[in-house]
């Protein structure tokens, strides 16, 4: 018997059957039992080897190293999360949004920010905040499709992740993005059942462009509680603008709450670090300061 070795991108995991792209081939497989001994799931997201035989079912082999991997949802090698928010109804508070960038800056995963509903508020708040943070700050309008062909220039390559809180404009702009993402995902609904699996169910669609997108009906919008989380300790570097003030704290283990000589709180205070952000920190601080690390790998085990 020959069996045949192929790398490939799991793009769908439905029930324990999972969808591997080879290239322009999709191959359906099932994941070698050693994975669940070793307490290890293969994700969408991941590179994976698969071994073919010549009769039978294809199984996933071997999971190639993650750059990185989010709970929820279940994604690994994510390049960029788009969180879409705006200051038009139903408004985004920014705590939402520093969040979800403490987690993609913990994880080593790069954010875009896209205002959406410019057409009817600018968003000038959201945008002075968060480019001052130094992130890539993009205005768009799904309605009047302002800014989709440089946030669509800006989604060429590798996974994508787009969230943000309910009624904002999240398919939308997926379908300003591509035409065609009602009926891959109409197509979906169809193969799996409505309302079977739909919660667990995560697949990655190929964009014009050659990126991918990730969509799960369990995260149209910001699951706070569900997300993952960041050590106290690490929270200060995930928070990009604090990076130039910390090795000019007075203490070595500073938290950046009340200590004497704290670089970062004379940044906020003197209106280099923008107070919104500041006030998120502290609220994240507060929510994990009593969080162990064994506890979170506890949380984050996939």
Same mark, same amino acid.
């Given at each position: ?12 995991? /439905?029930?324990?059957?999972? %969808?591997?792209?080879?290239? +322009? +081939?999709?191959?359906?497989? $099932? ?12 994700? =969408? ?10 009769? &039978?079912?294809?199984?996933? @082999?071997?999971?190639?190293? @993650? ?12 390049? %960029? ?10 408004? %985004? ?5 520093? $969040? ?7 994880? &080593? ?30 205005? %768009?309008?799904?309605?009047? &499709? ?12 590798? /996974?994508? =992740?787009?969230? &943000? ?37 995560? !697949? ?20 706070? +509680? $569900? ?9 200060? #570097? ?16 500073? #938290? #950046? ?14 209106? !280099? ?18 969080? #162990?690390?064994?506890?979170? $790998?506890?949380?984050? @085990? /996939?």
């Amino acid at each position: 018997m020959n069996d045949t070795l192929f790398e490939g991108l799991i793009i769908r995991s /439905i029930g324990g059957l999972y %969808t591997v792209a080879c290239g +322009e +081939e999709l191959v359906e497989c $099932r994941a070698r039992g050693k994975f669940r001994l070793d307490e290890i799931k293969p994700m =969408v997201g991941d590179r994976v080897q698969i071994l073919r035989p010549e009769q &039978g079912e294809a199984v996933i @082999r071997e999971i190639l190293p @993650r750059k990185n991997s989010l709970i929820r949802p279940a994604v690994a090698n994510i390049g %960029t999360l788009v969180v879409i928010a705006a200051e038009a109804p139903p408004v %985004t508070q920014p705590f939402l949004i520093d $969040r979800v960038s403490a987690i993609a800056g913990y994880k &080593g995963i790069d954010m875009i920010l896209c205002i959406n509903k410019c057409d009817r508020l600018p968003g000038d708040s959201l945008y002075e905040t968060y480019t001052r943070a130094g992130f890539r700050v993009i205005r %768009t309008s799904a309605e009047t &499709g302002e800014g989709i062909d440089e946030l669509r220039d800006a989604m060429t390559e590798g /996974i994508f =992740v787009l969230t &943000g809180n309910s009624g904002v404009g999240k398919s939308s702009i997926l379908n300003r993005l591509d035409p065609n993402w009602a009926a891959k995902v109409g197509a979906l609904s169809e193969r799996i059942g409505r309302g079977r699996q739909t919660t667990r169910h995560v !697949e990655l669609f190929r964009l014009p462009g050659g990126a991918y997108v990730a969509d799960t009906p369990g995260f149209q919008s910001f699951d706070v +509680e $569900r997300m993952d989380l960041v050590l106290k300790d690490d929270l200060a #570097h995930a928070f990009r603008e604090f990076a130039p003030y910390i090795p000019d704290c007075r203490y070595a283990d500073c #938290h #950046h709450i009340k200590e004497q000589g704290c670089a970062v709180l004379e940044a906020v205070q003197a209106g !280099e670090i923008p107070q919104s952000r500041y006030d998120s920190y502290l609220m994240l601080y507060d929510s994990m300061k009593d969080i #162990h690390e064994w506890e979170l $790998r506890k949380m984050n @085990r /996939i």
